[in-house]
């Protein structure tokens, strides 16, 4: 691979721009398409996993969803499709921090949304507004609908048990 970090982030400005560098870096649009470059196997796995289950049409993990523009700004190619079944991408963020974390340089310019899908840069950006006191209200708002629905998610779990 000759091309440099500065061409890539050049080459990033639209979708046309972009499918024609990933083929010349001899990828497809999917992130397992740069298997060869991941050394690390579990990495390798949950891509392969991902790239199987997840319709996500703006999927965080896919090179053309996202590029940069020419002021390095953060640029979404595609977005998602109303009515589509596939609202999120399939692994949570953590895990797919974990997947950006683990990626050669190369691959990480090619991501630079991060592995982050468009509602979370969206929710980063409302948050980092927000001052602190309300960043704590919304975190804890947050919080607390995530255990109310985990709640509501185990009762059903039950009762599907005890029938
Ligand atoms: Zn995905």
Redesign the pocket.
């Known amino acids: 691979m000759q091309i440099s970090e500065e061409e890539i982030r050049k080459r990033q400005r639209n979708l046309k721009e972009k499918t024609e560098l990933l083929k010349e870096l001899g990828l497809d649009e999917e992130l397992s398409s740069a298997s060869d470059l991941i050394e690390d196997k579990e990495i390798q796995k949950m891509i392969k996993k ?1 790239d199987y289950k ?1 319709s ?1 049409n703006a ?4 090179f053309l969803t996202f590029g940069l523009d020419e002021k390095d700004e953060l640029i979404q190619f595609r977005t998602s499709v109303p009515g589509d079944h596939s609202k999120h ?3 949570n963020r953590k895990t797919r921090e974990l997947i950006y974390s683990q990626l050669p340089p190369i691959l990480q310019d090619l991501l630079p949304n991060k592995a982050l899908a468009d509602y979370e840069i969206a929710e980063d950006k409302k948050i980092a507004a927000m001052s602190p006191e309300e960043r704590e209200a919304y975190l804890k708002a947050k919080e607390e609908h995530m255990q109310k629905y985990r709640e509501a998610m185990n009762a059903l779990k039950n009762k599907q048990k005890a029938l």
Request: a neutral charge; hydrophobic letters at 10%.
């Open positions: 991902h997840c996500y999927c965080p993990l896919n991408c399939t692994p």
